[in-house]
């Protein structure tokens, strides 16, 4: 089926999303087509429908490509990309593995997959991405949590996103579940936007329709006290129990009693229980605790780290939907705070979060440096004294930042980050600052850094802009940060202006997120976001399949004349997140 002949009166579109009924290796409108490739199969002829259809176009030259690129072997985790082919009217191809639906964690991995195809495409500057409705043929996916899975994905991307239904079914309830999206979005426009959520697991095993009971006919059990006549057997389904953690399935068949015996199943997914009705309940109960419990341990971070590893942690922390404020905050929950547009709440002289901000700003003071740039004229001073602090607790644009933050997490799951070690950076080094630094994401490279600024109001309102950052600037327009304070102290206020003794000054405390960093060596002024990280490109609007970086970190002015403090430049807003204000005088 042609999608031109079909498009023309079946065609949906919502935010980012267009719905065409169509045959995705037919469409002509997208950047890149996305391939599911069922369980990570080698040759695109014996995968699914889909990858049978892209190699009916492609035959042997895009197998031999697929080949050589690689088979993606981990769902959520892995793209191969080639070249279009032959009929296949796309700039790439990228081939994704996708596996049949086994419970919540499927879902998971199919939002990850998704985001990975989005970032992929975003990193090779691609405008527009075409998905067939991934799942919801043999492998057996519900449409409606598959569209879910779509919306979740796309929630920072700017790409056109084309999902292509070759069946009438499917493409109506994808329709139908954006229609309602977009009806309660205008619902919720005063809140911090919540997304539709897929099932949790406890919430599987309590509906009634999952469970089966029927009498039991065979006689007494010789471990059970229980007469037949009043034996029954309830059969529990459990989607997603293979991936309980061992300690909590053990608890469950752990439940067997004398009145009740307990079997799982995990092949079919189910437990069974037999015995009275009334204890059935009561075990019944049980295991709908200990599931909850279950859930709780699997979304916690630290555990998903500690017993899955780094990948599965960073895609975690990406699936994660609850945004919450860090425990220093005097608003703990976005619920607290008020009409206005951020709060700034002073923290309390020998605090935690006090003492280690006081640190980042003292202890990277270096005194034989101050008037020695020059950005540094007029500065005469030898020490800093801070007089107050306060977080700067902006609800809105924390929300960006962290969006961002799970952004880079997939992309650090697909290719980890080069680490920033050499040398470290200072904030990262000085003693005193654990109770802060530990609450970064070291993998995503996130660190605590420095900015001097007289613009306090507008920056706690509105984050830290880089389109204000000058035009005489050596590595382009960007937002810059010091690991020092004797640097941030220099930008406090105009050189040409400096302010009087005991004048108060400001200075904020900021995280950061490095990402993939470019460590430049010498100017770079044309720069409008961080650059290309092949060594023949280094260009900031690479079309070529080349990696971009994230930020960059200036040591040299040119080659022969090294910086005498580092520079860290970021080119998003929402990489930098304007944590605390430090009032100051200089002394």
């Known amino acids: 089926m042609n999608h031109r002949d079909s498009s023309k009166c079946c065609r949906y579109k919502y935010a980012n999303f267009i719905f065409v009924k169509g045959n995705i290796v037919d469409f002509k409108e997208a950047d890149v087509l996305v391939n599911p490739v069922v369980k990570a199969a080698t040759e695109l002829s014996r995968s699914g429908v889909v990858s049978k259809a892209f190699y009916k176009c492609g035959q042997e030259e895009l197998q031999k490509e ?8 981990r769902f959520g985790v892995d793209v191969t990309v080639t070249g279009s082919c032959r009929s296949i009217d796309a700039k790439r191809i990228f081939h994704a593995t996708v596996e049949g639906y086994r419970g919540t964690k499927s879902l998971r991995l199919l939002t990850c997959m998704i985001k990975v195809c989005l970032t992929k495409a975003e990193s090779l500057n691609m405008t527009s991405i075409a998905f067939p409705t991934v799942g919801c043929g043999n492998l057996q996916y519900n449409a409606d949590d598959v569209a879910q899975c779509f919306f979740e994905a796309a ?10 239904a070759y069946a009438s079914v499917i493409y109506n309830t994808f329709v139908k579940i954006f229609a309602d999206i977009k009806e309660s979005d205008g619902q919720e426009a005063v809140n911090l936007r919540t997304r539709p959520k897929v099932k949790r697991m406890s919430s599987l095993i309590s509906d009634v329709s999952q469970l089966v009971i029927k009498p039991v006919d065979s006689p007494k059990s010789e471990t059970s006290s229980v ?5 029954v057997e309830m059969s529990i389904v459990i989607p997603a129990i293979a991936d309980l953690d061992p300690e909590s399935l053990g608890k469950i068949r752990d439940m067997q009693t004398n009145e009740v015996l307990t079997h799982v199943d995990l092949d079919q997914s189910t437990v069974t229980l037999t015995g009275k009705r009334g204890s059935l309940d009561q075990v019944k109960q049980s295991i709908l605790k200990v599931l909850a419990e279950d859930e709780l341990k699997q979304e916690n971070l630290d555990y998903i780290k500690e017993t899955k590893g780094i990948q599965e942690y960073l895609l975690a922390l990406w699936h994660k939907r609850t945004i919450r404020s860090p ?3 005097k608003n703990t929950i976005f619920a607290d705070f008020s009409t206005a547009d951020y709060e700034r709440c002073q923290l309390v002289n020998g605090s935690p979060a006090h003492d280690a901000v006081t640190a980042f700003v003292l202890d990277t003071w270096n005194a034989s440096l101050v008037g020695a740039e020059k950005d540094a ?29 799970k952004t880079l997490a997939v992309k650090a799951a697909i290719r980890p980050f080069s680490a920033v070690s050499e040398p470290e950076i200072k904030t990262k080094q000085i003693a005193g600052v654990d109770y802060l630094n530990s609450q970064l994401i070291n993998e995503v490279n996130e660190v605590y850094l420095l900015h001097g600024s007289s613009y306090v109001d507008e920056i706690a309102k509105n984050g830290i802009d880089s389109r204000f950052s000058g035009d005489k600037v050596l590595f382009g327009r960007g937002a810059y940060f010091a690991e020092s304070s004797t640097k941030a102290d220099q930008y406090a206020d105009r050189r040409n202006e400096r302010a009087s003794a005991g004048e108060p ?28 990280s092949a060594v023949d490109c280094r260009k900031d609007s690479c079309s070529d399949a080349h990696l971009m970086c994230d930020s960059v970190i200036g ?4 080659v ?4 005498m403090l580092r520079e860290f430049i970021v080119y998003h807003p929402e990489q930098c997140y304007p944590e605390f204000l430090v009032e100051y005088v200089r002394q």
């Not at 697929?66 to 072997?73: I, L, N, Q, R």
């Not at 040591?555 to 040119?558: G, N, S, V």
């Open 155 to 164: 929630k920072e991307t700017t790409l056109k996103i084309y999902i292509v």
């Open 505 to 532: 000054l400001y200075m904020f405390v900021v995280r950061v997120l490095l990402g993939e960093p470019f460590v430049a060596r010498e100017a770079y002024p044309y720069l409008r976001k961080a650059p290309c």
């Open 327 to 329: 425990p220093y905050w």
């Open 560 to 563: 022969d004349t090294p910086l």
């Open 555 to 558: 040591t040299h002015e040119d």
């Open 66 to 73: 697929y080949e050589e690129a690689g088979v993606p072997k």
């Open 377 to 405: 004229g007029g500065l005469v001073h030898s020490k800093l004294a801070i007089k107050r602090i306060w977080t700067i607790e902006n609800p809105f644009l924390y929300t960006s930042y962290q969006s961002k933050l």
């Open 227 to 231: 007469a037949v006549n009043v034996l």
